[in-house]
């Protein structure tokens, strides 16, 4: 039997997929079952499954996923019992895992198209008072509608990947005219994101009843953001290039029904909201969320806590305004929550809230003091559940910066 610590992100009541490679081997799929990756091909041969096993060779998920949850959902199902069953080809046959040290993750899906929602009211209130207005800090529409944006689906990277500060058009303090320079607010935004897992057709729209049928699993993500170059840009047509030059996912994607035992309720909304967003039962998840910054030579400094139970607007809230229009949605899509910001300070998502823009710098173990990110920083975001003894948790993802080309 495979050994699963206790305080493992990927217990038995996980089992996350991922796309993972070994020396001299191609990125195939696998599943994180604590320290080890189970090989799914290399379980394929004992011939244990009733459909076409060549989807574990591919180098994405899409095709697993497109399987449809009868069989993805069976399939964690009896992984689970195979794992503990002294009977089962797993339980003894160690040569079907590999150690997580010695495999390389990859991108987990072929992102075909990127949305980026804006629903953490603590995160809008923020924002609103630092640039708009204190005491209507909110826009008369964040209330009424998920606000959302559509981003760059071919900068979306892995953990481990580094990026490079971008550089853009910015106004410098004090001036009046933009100049051409690297960022000097290179920030992260603390958000989770979905995968979709099943298709609809253009035309069709998906209702707040129907949504958990079309997502697969979540994973962390980092949306990077240059706030200077955005500040300039943002008008009239929102985010471009102060965001789509990376975002940074982990690689093992957690099945939406791992998550099933840490569902909650979600925060009052009022007003209430119109009938196609309304919805019925506990669609929030009590996911405890971390950031770290560590600058080059020196320890990681944990700059925020936060959880994913704190958003405004609901996964299923923003599939169905997603598609209210007839928005066709596909396989491997991914919809991002927005920055996760909770009530208390140490709770912020972003650098920007973290430093009030600035104003309040934050210090790091070696003394010296962040407004926003430096070259040579190392950014990782961890996300877990816990309740009781059933753990499920994401892993993390962790990105360095580089000086810009």
């Given at each position: 039997m495979?050994?699963?610590?206790?305080?493992?992100d990927f217990?038995?009541?996980n089992l996350p997929f991922?796309i993972f490679?070994?020396?001299?081997?191609?990125?195939?799929v696998?599943?994180?079952?604590?320290?080890?990756?189970?090989?799914l091909?290399a379980?394929s041969?004992c011939?244990?499954?009733d459909?076409?096993?060549s989807?574990?060779?591919?180098p994405?998920?899409n095709?697993?996923?497109?399987?449809?949850k009868?069989?993805?959902?069976?399939?964690r199902?009896?992984?689970?019992?195979?794992?503990k069953?002294?009977?089962?080809?797993?339980?003894?046959?160690?040569?079907?895992f590999?150690?997580q040290?010695?495999?390389?993750?990859?991108?987990?899906?072929?992102?075909?198209?990127?949305?980026?929602?804006y629903?953490?009211?603590e995160?809008?209130?923020?924002?609103?008072?630092?640039?708009?207005?204190?005491k209507?800090?909110?826009?008369?529409?964040w209330?009424?509608?998920p606000?959302?944006?559509?981003?760059?689906?071919?900068?979306?990277?892995?953990?481990?990947?580094?990026?490079?500060?971008?550089?853009?058009?910015?106004?410098?303090t004090?001036?009046t005219?933009?100049?051409?320079?690297p960022?000097?607010?290179l920030?992260?935004?603390?958000e989770?994101?979905?995968?979709?897992?099943?298709?609809?057709?253009?035309?069709q729209?998906?209702?707040?009843?129907?949504?958990?049928e079309?997502?697969?699993?979540m994973?962390?993500?980092?949306?990077w953001?240059?706030?200077d170059?955005?500040?300039?840009e943002y008008?009239p047509?929102?985010?471009?290039?102060g965001?789509?030059?990376?975002?940074?996912?982990?690689?093992w994607?957690?099945?939406?029904?791992?998550?099933d035992?840490?569902?909650?309720?979600?925060?009052?909304?009022?007003?209430e909201?119109?009938p196609y967003l309304?919805y019925?039962?506990m669609?929030?998840?009590?996911?405890?969320?971390?950031v770290?910054?560590t600058?080059e030579?020196?320890?990681?400094?944990?700059?925020?806590?936060?959880n994913f139970?704190?958003?405004?607007?609901?996964?299923?809230?923003?599939?169905a305004?997603h598609?209210?229009?007839?928005?066709?949605?596909?396989?491997?899509?991914?919809?991002?929550?927005?920055?996760?910001s909770?009530?208390e300070?140490?709770?912020f998502g972003?650098m920007?809230?973290?430093?009030?823009?600035?104003?309040?710098?934050?210090?790091?173990h070696?003394?010296s003091e962040?407004?926003?990110?430096?070259?040579?920083?190392?950014?990782?975001?961890?996300?877990f559940?816990e309740?009781g003894?059933?753990?499920?948790?994401f892993?993390?993802?962790?990105t360095?910066i580089k000086?810009?080309?």
């Amino acid at each position: 039997m495979i050994h699963i610590p206790p305080n493992s992100d990927f217990s038995i009541h996980n089992l996350p997929f991922g796309i993972f490679s070994t020396q001299g081997s191609a990125p195939k799929v696998g599943i994180a079952v604590g320290a080890h990756i189970l090989d799914l091909t290399a379980l394929s041969r004992c011939h244990k499954f009733d459909f076409d096993s060549s989807v574990f060779q591919k180098p994405f998920l899409n095709d697993f996923i497109s399987l449809g949850k009868e069989k993805t959902v069976q399939l964690r199902k009896d992984i689970q019992s195979w794992i503990k069953d002294k009977n089962s080809v797993l339980y003894h046959n160690k040569d079907l895992f590999v150690s997580q040290a010695d495999s390389k993750m990859h991108l987990p899906v072929r992102v075909g198209d990127y949305t980026d929602f804006y629903s953490s009211l603590e995160h809008a209130t923020n924002v609103g008072k630092m640039f708009r207005d204190p005491k209507n800090a909110l826009l008369p529409n964040w209330k009424h509608i998920p606000v959302a944006y559509h981003g760059r689906a071919s900068s979306i990277i892995p953990s481990g990947q580094s990026i490079f500060r971008p550089k853009g058009q910015v106004v410098p303090t004090g001036a009046t005219q933009p100049v051409y320079q690297p960022t000097e607010s290179l920030d992260f935004e603390l958000e989770m994101a979905y995968i979709i897992g099943k298709e609809n057709k253009l035309g069709q729209t998906i209702s707040t009843e129907e949504a958990e049928e079309y997502i697969f699993g979540m994973v962390i993500f980092n949306d990077w953001s240059a706030r200077d170059i955005q500040k300039w840009e943002y008008v009239p047509l929102g985010p471009f290039l102060g965001k789509n030059f990376a975002s940074s996912i982990s690689p093992w994607v957690v099945p939406l029904e791992a998550l099933d035992p840490f569902r909650v309720k979600g925060p009052t909304q009022e007003p209430e909201v119109l009938p196609y967003l309304q919805y019925e039962g506990m669609k929030n998840y009590d996911i405890k969320l971390e950031v770290g910054i560590t600058p080059e030579n020196t320890s990681e400094r944990i700059v925020s806590r936060s959880n994913f139970k704190h958003m405004y607007w609901n996964m299923v809230q923003q599939l169905a305004h997603h598609t209210t229009n007839g928005c066709n949605v596909r396989v491997g899509d991914m919809i991002a929550s927005g920055t996760i910001s909770g009530t208390e300070a140490s709770s912020f998502g972003s650098m920007l809230e973290l430093s009030w823009a600035g104003t309040k710098p934050i210090k790091m173990h070696d003394g010296s003091e962040r407004k926003f990110l430096h070259d040579g920083d190392t950014v990782t975001m961890r996300a877990f559940s816990e309740k009781g003894h059933i753990r499920v948790g994401f892993g993390e993802v962790l990105t360095k910066i580089k000086s810009h080309i």
